[in-house]
């Protein structure tokens, strides 16, 4: 319980929110993505060596400048995402006590007080997202400007040709492919920043639960044998059976055992329909204890 006694609530929905929507469906997307950039970049580049092979003295110093201008920009562009989501989980967390207290801050009248703070959360927050951004903004800049050098080049060497060395159909179709490594250098810098940074670096190790390594063990395997227990009580609107097992996975005896365990058990009989005893939305019907 210490764990979210000292952990904000803001930080819990976050990585049950934001960051499984990006490990499920926004990786492995931009990854794939990436990839064909990256494919269809070096492609555009071998059809420019081998219309004007010269143009290789260029392009490889430019590959390298390249490589040293990621490298630059990834150092600071981590940790502005880490800070951004740090700050995150704070706009989350202060909307999450403003809903839940809500009739208390009505009651003494801070509305004010509440809004200004949001909209200062929100700053803080905005802040270091506007600076990834203007960092992703330059280091596209620097990119382009060299696959420029690139096209110029490889452009003059055209020009320099004897004529009647390639057809002009076959150095249109070379000069267009070279056109699109600018647009390939901004797709790949597009789907390449898109991460999940821990905002306390406890990923640079490993978990390890009862002796066993998480990184072991299968997405499902993981999520089914993990709880999370909530610093404030909530039931779902349905059955005493399905608020303790949802998935159907334990006998009626197991879940017996559970609520006698927590001295429930006599309750839940006194009930006319036992397990099947309803429990509307947010378990108002049970007292806060029984929740």
Not at 269 to 285: A, H, M, R, T
């Amino acid at each position: 319980m210490s764990f979210y006694d000292s952990t904000p609530l803001g930080r819990i929905l976050s990585r049950v929110s934001a960051d499984l929507s990006i490990v499920d469906l926004d990786a492995p997307f931009s990854f794939i993505s990436s990839v064909g950039a990256t494919t269809n970049a070096y492609s555009n580049l071998t059809v420019l060596a081998v219309v004007t092979w010269q143009v290789l003295f260029v392009s490889i110093p430019m590959i390298y400048l390249e490589i040293r201008l990621q490298r630059y920009y990834f150092a600071s562009a981590k940790e502005l995402m880490r800070i951004n989501g740090t700050t995150k989980p704070s706009v989350a967390n202060h909307l999450a006590e403003s809903i839940a207290g809500s009739m208390a801050i009505r009651t003494f009248e801070e509305e004010d007080r509440f809004f200004i703070k949001n909209l200062h959360l929100i700053d803080i927050n905005a802040s270091p997202f506007f600076h990834s951004f203007a960092a992703n903004e330059w280091l596209i800049q620097r990119l382009e400007t060299l696959s420029t050098a690139v096209l110029s080049s490889s452009a003059l060497c055209v020009v320099l040709l004897p004529p009647g060395t390639f057809c002009s159909r076959f150095i249109g179709m070379a000069l267009s492919y070279g056109l699109s490594l600018n647009m390939q250098n901004r797709e790949w810098e597009d789907y390449s920043d898109r991460c999940i940074i821990p905002s306390s670096g406890a990923c640079r190790g490993k978990i390890v639960v009862d002796g066993i390594d998480i990184s072991t063990l299968g997405l499902h395997d993981l999520r089914s044998c993990f709880g999370i227990i909530p610093q404030d009580p909530t039931l779902f609107n349905g059955t005493v059976r399905y608020n303790l097992d949802p998935l159907s996975q334990h006998s009626d005896q197991e879940i017996w055992e559970v609520l006698g365990k927590c001295q429930l058990r006599e309750v839940v009989q006194d009930k006319e329909v036992g397990l099947d005893s309803l429990v509307v939305e947010d378990g108002s019907n049970w007292s806060m204890g029984q929740r």
